[in-house]
């Protein structure tokens, strides 16, 4: 596995770099190969936007799904990049706000720990630079799910830890998180939650761009367990190779509202940020493969073996 790994971070840095004219050059080539040639998951990916959004006619899917594979070959070079790009650089290109409000929140309530909704929207593994703008006594962290490739999980890693935040296996979550807390008095912890969950983590469901689709209810139930202030990451892409994520609260007092409320609340804000601009969206996910009947057949034949 070290020699593995070692080839591959080795051609992945000397990619990494290139410089982004360079970059975003292969990028375009590789859309061609990729789309027409590959064709990778173009049957997940437009059953996906046509049942997303039924009110769009075949050309308008047909654009936004040309758009997304333009912009996924876009994610692959930047995060190649993503290697070698220095502090000053990221800072430019991928900018925040909001975090002096969160910072403000914690202290003015006296709370230890935010929690940051995020979904695989834009490029989310630069979002991982967002410890730079938070003061130096506030520890960043990140929840991952390990791959199964060990080479590439941690090269991932090495990827995702170099900006200082980091980075928590979803199955260690809360001890981490604890043990973040002994290193300062502000934690801010950035969850993706938007993955299609196991059938054994499915609890929940919410209506999501036209689908009852099952969610990940462990951030909300975490939050409410360390009464945590929750806060969307609403991302947008001004122009190629720069991002902009501004913070906001999304739910004022998590004990104050209804159970899996904070994750309904948080799958509206999702959505009206993929409407928003739809091929900044990971589309290529098959997040609908599980249904509400399938799951409650499931759970009835539980009940009777």
């Not at 981490?176 to 300062?184: A, D």
């Not at 739910?251 to 899996?260: I, L, R, S, T």
Request: net charge positive; glycine share 2%; charged share 25%.
């Amino acid at each position: 596995m070290n020699i593995v790994y070692h080839l591959v971070f080795a051609f992945w840095y000397v990619c990494s770099l290139l410089p982004f004219r360079v970059l975003y050059a292969l990028s375009d080539a590789l859309f061609y190969p990729l789309y027409y040639v590959v064709r990778y998951r173009r049957r997940v990916v437009r059953r996906n936007l046509v049942e997303s959004f039924p009110e769009k006619t075949e050309e308008e899917i047909v654009h936004i799904e040309k758009q997304f594979y333009s912009f996924f070959c876009d994610y692959i070079v930047e995060t190649l990049k993503q290697l070698s790009l220095s502090e000053k650089e990221i800072r430019r290109r991928m900018t925040f706000s909001g975090t002096d409000d969160l910072i403000r929140d914690m202290e003015r309530e006296d709370k230890h720990y935010t929690f940051i909704y995020l979904g695989h929207y834009c490029n989310w593994e630069w979002i991982a630079s967002m410890p730079y703008w938070f003061p130096k006594d506030t520890v960043c962290g990140q929840i991952y799910h390990p791959l199964y490739n060990k080479a590439f999980d941690r090269l991932f890693l090495e990827m995702r830890s170099r900006y200082g935040a980091q980075c928590i296996p979803m199955k260690e979550t809360l001890r981490k998180i604890l043990e973040m807390r002994r290193r300062s008095n502000h934690v801010v912890v950035g969850f993706i939650s938007d993955q299609a969950p196991k059938w054994n983590s499915i609890h929940h469901f919410t209506p999501f761009l036209h689908h009852d689709t099952p969610v990940f209810i462990g951030t909300e139930k975490l939050g409410r367990k360390l009464d945590a202030v929750i806060y969307f990451a609403d991302v947008t892409r001004p122009r190629r190779g720069y991002y902009h994520c501004h913070l906001y609260r999304m739910v004022d007092n998590v004990e104050a509202v209804p159970e899996y409320q904070v994750t309904d609340v948080y799958m509206q804000h999702l959505e009206q940020m993929i409407r928003r601009a739809p091929q900044y969206w990971l589309w290529s996910h098959n997040r609908w493969k599980r249904t509400r009947a399938e799951w409650e057949q499931r759970q009835a034949d539980k009940v009777t073996s």
